[in-house]
């Protein structure tokens, strides 16, 4: 199964449609209908964000494991305070977060 396919059968099995899905992770429909007919691949941030919305690892999206569940991981009590609050943000606020935690993570490995 390529990324396409297991991008199209996460989401009939959600029961979310491309479009939902293109507009939660903020790219344009034909865009997302690309990736799923494995015309246009995308970027590593992206395939991260359509994990992350499809409850999967990007791992599985691009056929390096078999198993679709993520693992589940011990939470420190400062990661429990940021996840409690990040669900607490709305929706545009929410992607602020995550753009700034993208940049704060790269200027961490540039050294």
Known sequence: M?????????????????????EKIHVAPNTMNGYIKNRRHPDYATIVRIAQNLDTSSDYLLGNTSCRELPQLEVSSEEDILLNNYRGLDDHNKQVLVDISYCLYANGHLS
Do not use: F, H
């Open 2 to 22: 390529n990324l396409g396919e297991r991008i199209q059968a996460l989401l009939d099995e959600k029961q979310i449609t491309q479009r939902e899905l293109a």
